[in-house]
């Protein structure tokens, strides 16, 4: 589902000594069934503009368009966005609270009036989408890895069927593992199921690796966007932002202080810096 | 020198109502020196966070001893010296402040071992100057950003002046830049003679130590110089940790065919390799 921000601006605590803009005059645009990230430091805005986009935070002024849905500052609340948005926040394992983990799962949809054995069965459906054993469901969520409890969570939003899947920071405190598995899951949940993901992090490997589409914000405002190669090679942007790139465009900037020609700074994956590099070389002894 | 931190045949595991809990640590033999900088890496449940409580007395071996500059951390008269020897940072910022003000907070752990209110002063000045705090005196802790809570939760171990300074995933939780502070004021602390333990995921974290200890399902697997692990790096694979980046494109160039060392020891070098062969070109 297409999410369309425009000139859309937040105020924390207006009128009060510790008022403070949020977000100032955003414009974007994310496509249904595309794979975005939002990336800056913290205190960029990032959290509050997701939190606009699913209808938790009123815009003071523009607005946030979600399908046909349409959140501004005189809406009566954000529910219809809600509805279409679910947000996985920062150490979903943190929210979990019920004694089992088909009751946690369930919580959500009972609050929309499911029963059984509807119930149970998409309980069971939804860990099975996000690769959780079928007989865990009655165990305590509270004795799982920390990468499992966070499915837990997922499996908690994704019950409810959202056309975009926000993820606040999802891999945060993962191991490598960990980290590889729930990208795997985004992946297929993406690609499977159609969904909108739209991924926050001040990671820029992840950004690198996942994204279609990138967005930085730096003090409330959107800096950059486009795909990661054309944001990535804004390379004199990132230093004045001091944000970090990702590792292969700082091995790139590296390698570029002593080249006459330097690497192009789109270089983002090791495959192509890898090809660029091989092209530059010609080989003067014969491979063994 | 005797090692400031022995492991010896040290067996640990957790005391539940199961007939034969699995063990999660398995037989670690290791010295730390004075003035060592360890990193320790391994996936979750590969035994690291263990090993760390074990360093302080948190937890007891179930097996083996562990001694902290000659104190075996079992006798119930020497824990607390021990644990004022080894200080420990942890994961979540949020969960290791107590007070209402950054100074309060400093001097919460003097207060406990009953420093004098006058000399608590100069003492908690100088814990704010190593972390680079100052200016936030007064500050609520819960003003402060992710990674000056950690910096805090810093300023109030090094306050205690441990020798020894254990960061467990102290800076998982952080921003880039958040991280950084983090790992440039463990460096300051180990040039200033400090014992180093960094538990990390991130290979290019552990890196930074001069030493890399990699835990995998409760054994202690390598133990090397971080100089001479270099090149056999790709080995972190077989236990399912990241290779840092320079070392990956090594190895890619490598078996493409590319003339270059068959060690290298640092990111700078295998750049400066990559100069040399291009400019020949």
Avoid at chain 1, 63 to 70: F, H, R, S
Avoid at chain 1, 112 to 128: A, F, W, Y
Avoid at chain 2, 131 to 143: A, D, K, N, S
Avoid at chain 2, 262 to 281: A, G, P
């Amino acid at each position: 589902m297409e999410i369309v921000v425009k000139d859309l601006s937040v105020v924390y605590m207006p009128d009060t000594p510790y008022e403070k803009q949020a977000l100032s005059h955003i414009d974007l645009r994310i496509e249904s069934g595309c794979f975005a990230a939002i990336a800056g430091a913290t205190g960029s805005g990032k959290s509050t503009l997701i939190q606009c986009m699913a209808g938790l935070i009123r815009p003071a002024s523009g607005q946030v368009q979600v399908g046909d849905k349409i959140f501004h500052a005189g809406s009566k609340s954000g529910a219809a966005l809600r509805k279409h948005v679910g947000i996985v926040f920062q150490y979903p394992e943190h929210q979990l609270f019920e004694e089992t983990i088909a009751k946690d799962i369930a919580f959500g949809l009972k609050n929309r009036g499911i029963t059984e054995p509807k119930l149970d069965r998409e309980v069971h459906r939804m860990m099975d989408l996000v690769g959780l054993p079928g007989e865990l469901s009655d165990r305590s969520p509270f004795h799982l890895s920390g990468g499992q409890m966070r499915r837990v969570a997922i499996a908690g939003i994704l019950a409810l069927k959202p056309d975009v899947l926000i993820m606040d920071e999802p891999t945060a405190g993962l191991d490598r593992q960990g980290k590889q598995e729930l990208f795997r899951l985004l992946k297929d949940l993406h690609e499977k199921q159609g969904l909108t993901v739209i991924l926050v992090t001040h990671d820029m490997n992840d950004v690198a690796k996942y994204a279609d589409q990138v967005f930085v914000l730096s003090g409330g405002k959107l800096a950059l966007s486009g795909t990661p190669a054309e944001v990535f090679e804004q390379y004199q942007i990132w230093q004045e932002l001091s944000l970090e790139l990702p590792q292969v465009s700082q091995l790139v900037a590296k390698i570029n202080e002593q080249l006459d020609v330097p690497l192009p700074y789109s270089i983002f994956t090791l495959e192509e810096l890898e090809q660029s590099l091989a092209k530059r070389f010609v080989q003067r002894e014969a491979p063994t | 020198m005797e090692p400031i931190i022995q492991f010896e045949h040290v067996w640990f595991r957790y005391q539940v109502d199961e007939p034969d809990p699995p063990w999660v640590l398995k037989d670690i033999r290791l010295n730390i020196d004075p003035g060592e900088y360890v990193s320790i890496v391994g996936n979750n449940g590969s035994g690291k966070s263990t090993l760390a409580r074990l360093a302080n007395g948190l937890l007891l071996p179930t097996k083996g001893r562990v001694m902290i500059s000659g104190m075996e951390t079992s006798s119930e008269q020497d824990i607390w010296q021990i644990r004022r020897t080894v200080g420990m940072v942890f994961q979540n910022p949020e969960n290791q402040i107590v007070a209402t003000s950054v100074e309060d907070d400093i001097a919460f752990g003097l207060e406990n071992i009953g420093v004098p209110p006058l000399q608590m002063e100069e003492k908690i000045k100088n814990a704010v100057k190593a972390v680079g705090l100052e200016g936030f005196e007064h500050h609520e802790p819960h003003t402060l950003s992710g990674g000056q809570k950690q910096r805090l939760a810093i300023a109030g171990v090094i306050v205690l002046e441990p020798d020894v300074i254990i960061f467990d995933e102290s800076t998982s939780m952080l921003d880039p830049v958040g991280r950084k502070t983090i790992l440039e004021i463990m460096q300051s602390l180990n040039r200033r003679g400090k014992t180093i333990i960094h538990i990390t995921h991130s290979a290019e974290e552990a890196f930074m130590a001069d030493r890399m200890i990699v835990m995998h399902q409760g054994e202690c697997k390598l133990d090397e110089a971080t100089g001479r692990l270099y090149q056999e790096a790709m080995r972190l694979k077989e236990w399912e940790l990241d290779v840092p980046l320079e070392i990956e494109l090594w190895d890619r160039l490598r078996q493409k065919g590319w003339p270059l060392p068959d060690k290298i020891i640092n990111k700078e070098e295998l750049v400066s390799e990559i100069w040399r062969l291009l400019s020949r070109t």
